[in-house]
């Protein structure tokens, strides 16, 4: 009986996975559940946004015009959005998120992408203090071989248990400074101490003995240890997942040539520009393809002005929200009843996504609907 569900559940992700084409443009978004009021650190407390309603979310991604929708495997409070997993789901969820929201983005025929923030999960953090830099809402996990095997076994059990397409990666780098010397006044932990002795071959030198480039051929191992784990373990749940990288600092040397530039099936640019992102094009594989955040940093993004160049049209457009008190934006249909101007921060890039996406020109502004004719005694 497992093997027919393994059968069905494969030939299922075949038909969603196929709905996107090699050439065919990529029109993301993502309700981000990562931040918000409540948790310990600057993430979302555990449980929060745990009634969101599946279908009122996929309705919102459609009437946008989305064809990939970006949400949630475990969010970076360290629980997941869908039940029975290895992983302990968020307290009190009230759906099985994010399996109900594969199941019914799959009927409308859009790919369904998950989330794993890399190195920073908080309740590993609490439950592992000495495989953990505290749980600050920065990168504060070694990739040791426990977190890695913590990490694999949640990848691939999301992506079997809920037919996700794929999943995006966040935060693919080692242990921030900062995180060491708030957590242990600058010491490394003696299990970051001991990979790095087994992906050196070396003792460690010491905090105050550890020079510059050591640092950085030991992160550079460590990062790309990492991604093969992830990359392995993804592929053997489901070969046909796309693994989707996202990085505010592509150029960052402990990443720079590595294979997971070379290897990844996404990649997004975060902090870049459309210049930036032909600059960028060689470090990345034959068949990665590239996207671009347009929304999610309030008024930092010119978004109108960007995707009003035809050259847009090579590369994937991304954008991101947190959620208002009832977990989504404003409905779509608030977005086109207004011009994109009058709209501030954020709600302008997605009312100008909300535009681009579904076709329509940017002066596009939806006619009022007719006053209702009145009842006839």
Known sequence: MMHVRSLILAAFLLVSL????AGDPIKAFCVDFNWGPGGPNGFAKPGLWADADPAKHVAWYEHLG????????????GHAWYRNGVVPEQPELKHDFLREVVKLGHAKRMLVMGYFCVG???????QHPDLSYGFPSTYHIPFTDAYLDYLTASMADALRKSGMDGFMIDWVWCPHDKARQQANGG???DAEKKLFEALMKKPFPGEDKLAADEKLAYERKAINRCWARIRDAAKRANPRCVIWLSCSRVRDASIAGSPMLK??????DEAGTPDAMKEVAPMFGERTRQLLCLAGWGDRHKTREI?????????????FSRPSPDSLPLPVATYLSRPIES????????ATLARYFTGKPFDFVA???PPAAPRVP
């Open 187 to 189: 010491k490394w932990l």
């Open 66 to 77: 989305c064809n990939v929708i970006q949400t949630f495997a475990v969010s970076c409070n």
């Open 367 to 369: 006619a009022a609907a």
């Open 18 to 21: 196929a709905t996107l084409q």
């Open 343 to 350: 709209f501030k921060g954020n709600d302008r890039g997605i």
């Open 307 to 319: 995707l009003s160049n035809p050259a847009m049209a090579a590369y994937g457009i991304y954008g």
């Open 120 to 126: 920073a999960n908080t309740l590993w953090g609490q």
């Open 263 to 268: 290897e990844v099936d996404w990649m997004m």
